[in-house]
């Protein structure tokens, strides 16, 4: 099968979304599924990926069609070993902006851990991270859409158990 | 660990020796450390989500804090008790208040948690290196979060922290880019082997201030060269100059601060071992 054939993918509201075969090759869960098939079962028939929703798997498409000439980064283990990034690139940058909805940035942050994309998945932990720096505790609870389970005694007790790192307050 | 322990010197030869220089470091001008409590859980078990992070693996979800500044990261715990579980079991933030408190200690004191990581904090823990000239390096500079050793740290320029308005003349930058880098709060006390006495201010990083200065004048010549004009103008009407004011830094596991010699020079390389002119 040629690199710019086009391949369908469903997503799991069975949105279907066409890609070219280098692009879903930047993913190594599909990549390896269709080198492990046999081409003829495979071909013409979408592939399920259930587990992301349409919206969520369209940006990650998007993204790996402009990524598609990239080398594929070898998965590693994830973590310290990991160079710690400072900045994306442009078109990067931009393409996080445009997304706008946390909700759908985390949702692309786990579909590209499930699909196994580690350079989109390296980006979207940082962007996410991003948007938290600088946020109070209040501004986050707001942010994240959390709900506050700690009593203030025991808020009080995490504050007197950490007394040692700030002298000054 | 006593150093006189059975352990300690069991494990001597695989160590670095604490050479006990009188440095006057930050960690000797911040209170004794208060032993650590039992590990006992702070709270009961968690009752409400993480919210919209609910749907992200614990391994994603401590890649995400790790990638957090050290003072968000603190705010965090407040968020509820799922939250200050995540950060309290994270590997990495374990790491940090088990061995080196007086790091993440002096980092909040001095207020530079807002733009040093986690993992950033982390990783230079894990290294033994300093990063001008591949020596051990014995000490953390604070400022912005690098390994260095006892040399560099009392010679080398960029390790030495300046008021804003001397970062402002010295790179000829404008007061809102002087005010964007990074800046630590000083706690008075007495510091370096000089034993120079500092008093409360706010100092901005060299480092960040001469890289500042050479990307908005295009190249280190015609910063220079700018500044060396506005010098010449200012002197016309005044006279005078500024003493250097010390770096402070806290160190494994004790830390320092440098004193360089007065820096009335206007020759650098791009921040490596310059010597004043």
Known sequence: MADNSMVTLMAADHIEIQATLQAVKQCATLGTMLEVLDEQQTLGLPIPVLEVSGEALKKVIEWCEYH?????????QPGVAAQILTSLPQ???????????KDLLIKICNASNFLEIPLLLQYSIFVIAQALRGKSTEEMRAFLNIENDLTPEEEQKIREDNAWAMPQN | MEEDSPVARAFHKFTYPRLRLNDHTLDDNLPVFQPQRDNDRSHALPTASIGVLDILPPELLAEILCQLDLRTLLDFRYVNRRAADLVNYLPQ???????????????LSIETGRW???????????TPVCEQCGDFGGYLYLLTCKRVCFLCLSRNPIYLPLPPGRASRKFGLQRQIVERLP???????????????VAKCTLVD???????GVAL???????????SD????????TTGGLLPSPAFCASLPSGLVSLASPYACYTYGPGLGVEPS
Do not use: Q
């Not at chain 2, 040093?116 to 894990?126: G, W």
């Not at chain 2, 800046?183 to 006495?197: D, F, H, V």
């Not at chain 2, 004048?217 to 500044?227: C, F, I, N, Q």
């Open chain 1, 68 to 76: 598609r000439e990239d080398m594929v980064v070898e998965t590693e």
């Open chain 1, 91 to 101: 078109w990067d940058t931009e393409f996080f902006a445009n997304i706008g909805d």
């Open chain 2, 93 to 107: 933030y374990k790491g940090i208040t088990t061995h080196a408190r007086n790091a993440l200690r002096g980092i």
């Open chain 2, 116 to 126: 040093i990581t986690c993992a950033a904090l982390y990783e230079k823990l894990c």
């Open chain 2, 183 to 197: 800046r630590m709060k000083a706690i008075p006390g007495t510091y370096s082997p000089n034993e120079k006495k």
């Open chain 2, 206 to 212: 060299y480092e960040s201030a001469l890289h500042a």
């Open chain 2, 217 to 227: 004048h295009g190249s280190l010549d015609a910063m220079l060269k700018r500044v």
């Open chain 2, 230 to 237: 506005a010098e010449v103008m200012r002197n016309s009407r």
